[in-house]
């Protein structure tokens, strides 16, 4: 008992200072990439290449003065920015980081855990992470952050709902609702039996789950509820110091998450192309399939980047009309045409 | 342990919903309500419920919490535009709920008999699937009829008031 609870302890840890990690060098991934695709240079001041701007940022973020308005509802203000932050955390529980390893002849999952209703967790955690917006939005008393909040819990209820119809049809398919072992139905692959990754029999699902994404992490082109053409900065408009540096870290711990969803559900998690044929021990193909996982997972982050400073943003009635008149029937669509499939080949 | 967490989510959960019941301003009842459901999710999974427990967080948490504070929000509801009830309406309510109380108690009289029936499996969502669309299934689709239905009839209504204010 002791030793489990040591080893999910680390786990724990590893994995939280893993998505720190990540998100803070998203940030400067975000601003390199932007440089990037504007034929800037970006960020070099700090460190080598600019390294350690993350660093510099967080610094900066604490020394600044920190204010809250004097008409606002001061718990709710400071709880605002709390729940964004935890809901954002929680995600990464059910996540399968690696397959099993042996250790002294024990076998150790790297996921935190493996609950039966794992996709459904992440939705979970997913719906309640609005309320860091909306609080945060309504608290402050300012009709700019008002309308971004409103904005915000619009928006996901809208798309949360085709994002759930997308999955029930990855459901239908692989008949389980953890995430461990939806990656472990992708397993094998190019090599010795071919076994493709879910993405090939849902390329649909996966278009809509991919929009979806975008839409609840509230990134370009649906960042509508921070728009700042409209709404000076959205929700967090009376935000200051690091309650503000934790809106905007939450955004890139959600992005963080959602691709490493999306490539469990969709490319094969911790699995990877050989990985029956390249003849090496049961531990070091985990350690590899972990390296490919967070090779899919950083490709992903870089997507969401190059969407970001390739398309503008939508206007608000564009932004309904797609997750209601679009997603929502080719999700319907989608569902019934894998229940067909599934009926006629019983695959 | 487990008995425990049953006294601590059953304390969070009467008096969370209390506070609902008693704060002035509708967005902290919202947002009391919303602890109290998470406090009865909790229930679910000490009962071994985990689907169950989820989905009460999904949907009553996450979506229909987020749409009654969407409209408090949109309204601007607060302590001073808060309406004042006469007190026939406030004794009305409390003999009303008092009665509802009454059937929820009456109903869970003979549940102390099912509770070794259920083989405390049922909870997950494989059994749970198999009872709804086995053994349930007609009630089951009935309810998604009722569900339709109402579904159609809110876009109705939305669509006779967007006519009326063009006319």
């Known amino acids: 008992m002791i030793a489990f609870l040591t080893y999910k302890g680390i786990l724990v840890l590893v994995i939280f200072i893993i998505t720190l990690a990540v998100a803070a060098y998203s940030t400067y991934a975000e601003r390199k990439v932007a440089a990037f695709l504007q034929d800037r240079i970006g960020p070099d001041r700090a460190g080598p290449f600019g390294l350690l701007q993350p660093l510099a940022d ?4 604490f020394f600044k003065e920190e204010i809250i308005p004097n008409v606002s509802n001061k718990v709710l203000f400071v709880l605002g920015p709390c729940i964004a932050m935890l809901t954002a955390l929680m995600a990464g529980v059910v996540i399968p980081w690696g397959n099993t390893v042996f250790l002294g002849g024990k076998e150790y999952a790297l996921q935190i855990a493996d609950l039966n209703i794992g996709i459904l967790y992440v939705f979970g955690v997913v719906s309640i992470g609005v309320y860091g917006i909306m609080i945060g939005g309504w608290s402050s008393n300012n009709k700019f952050s008002l309308l971004g909040a409103i904005r915000a819990s619009a928006q996901m209820i809208s798309y949360e709902i085709a994002m759930g119809l997308s999955i ?3 459901i239908l398919m692989t008949g389980t609702l953890s995430l461990r072992e939806i990656t472990l139905q992708q397993a094998g692959g190019i090599g010795s039996h071919w076994n493709f990754w879910n993405v090939v029999y849902q390329p649909l699902g996966f278009i809509i789950f991919l929009v979806c994404a975008f839409a609840e992490c509230n990134r370009t082109p649906f960042d509508l509820p921070e ?9 967090h408009t009376e935000y200051s110091s690091m309650k503000l540096g934790l809106y905007l870290f939450s955004e890139y711990i959600n992005m963080f998450i959602s691709s490493a969803v999306i490539s469990t559900l969709y490319f094969g998690g911790f699995n990877f192309p050989f990985m029956n044929n390249v003849g090496l021990s049961h531990n070091w193909i985990t350690v590899l399939g972990s390296a490919f996982f967070f090779g899919k997972v950083v490709f992903f982050i870089f997507f969401f980047m190059w ?3 390739t398309i503008p943003r939508f206007r608000y009635d564009q932004l309904m009309n797609l997750g209601w008149k679009i997603l929502l029937p080719l999700a319907i669509f989608n569902i019934a045409l894998t229940g067909l499939v599934s009926l006629l080949f019983s695959r | 342990m487990t008995l425990y ?3 601590f989510l059953s304390f969070v959960a009467i008096f969370s919903a209390l506070l609902v019941v008693f704060s002035k301003n509708p967005v902290y009842s919202v947002l009391y309500l919303i602890i109290t459901f998470f406090a009865i999710a909790g229930h679910y999974i000490l009962l071994n419920a985990q689907f169950l427990a989820v989905v009460h967080v999904i949907v009553y948490a996450g979506a229909i ?5 969407y409209v408090i929000m949109l309204l601007n509801l607060n302590e001073e535009s808060e309406p004042h009830k006469n007190t026939m309406v406030k004794i009305a309510a ?3 709920s008092g009665l509802l109380l009454l059937v929820l108690i009456g109903s869970l009289r003979g549940a102390s008999q099912l509770v070794h029936k259920t083989g405390g499996e049922i909870g997950l969502v494989q059994n749970l699937g198999q009872v709804l669309f086995g053994e349930f299934l007609f009630p089951f689709e009935v309810a ?3 569900l339709l239905a109402a579904m159609v009839g809110v876009v109705m209504v939305g669509k006779d008031e967007e006519k009326n204010a063009n006319d």
């Open chain 1, 58 to 61: 967080g610094a900066k973020f």
């Open chain 1, 168 to 170: 029930i049809a990855l």
């Open chain 1, 227 to 235: 728009c700042e053409t409209e709404l000076v900065g959205g929700y």
């Open chain 1, 307 to 309: 969407i970001r400073w």
């Open chain 2, 5 to 7: 967490a049953f006294y």
């Open chain 2, 65 to 69: 919490m987020v749409l009654f504070l």
């Open chain 2, 94 to 96: 409390v003999f009303s």
């Open chain 2, 144 to 146: 998604s009829i009722l």
